[in-house]
């Protein structure tokens, strides 16, 4: 049984600064992308940021870009979001997810990830 288990989200001010992590367990990750995606309530879930199991290559949607970094631990199956200058636009729930990268389908896809985790929430208030 695959999961993905997201923490680390809570209440912060404008900006202020918030570490996501998603743990993977139930399986070996080794050669999938992870990726973070955020859905806010009344709006669609949208790519937040992105990266390749060896960490060499990452994307970032442009709304966070300079802000959010994505990195990861493979010994601990683990990626994380570091999020800073957080705004109330960022107000979301985020979702972690991982799968191999396929043929024509961009890792902003969510279309590219079959796993996904439950969520955690990120509010940020102004």
């Known amino acids: 049984q695959v999961q993905l288990v997201e923490s680390g989200g809570g209440l912060v001010q404008a900006g202020g600064s918030l570490r996501l992590s998603c743990a993977a367990t139930g399986r070996t990750f080794a050669g999938y992308y992870m990726g973070w995606f955020r859905q806010a309530p009344g709006k669609e879930r949208e790519f937040v940021a992105a990266i390749s199991w060896t960490g060499g290559t990452t994307y970032y949607a442009d709304s966070v870009k300079g802000r959010f970094t994505i990195s990861r631990d493979n010994a601990k199956n683990t990626v994380y979001l570091q999020t800073n200058s957080l705004k109330p636009e960022d107000t979301a729930n985020y979702y972690c997810?991982?799968?191999?990268?396929?043929?024509?389908?961009?890792?902003?896809?969510?279309?590219?990830?079959?796993?996904w985790g439950q969520g955690t929430q990120v509010t940020v208030s102004s």
């Open positions: 997810a991982a799968d191999r990268l396929r043929v024509g389908v961009h890792p902003n896809r969510s279309a590219a990830y079959n796993y």
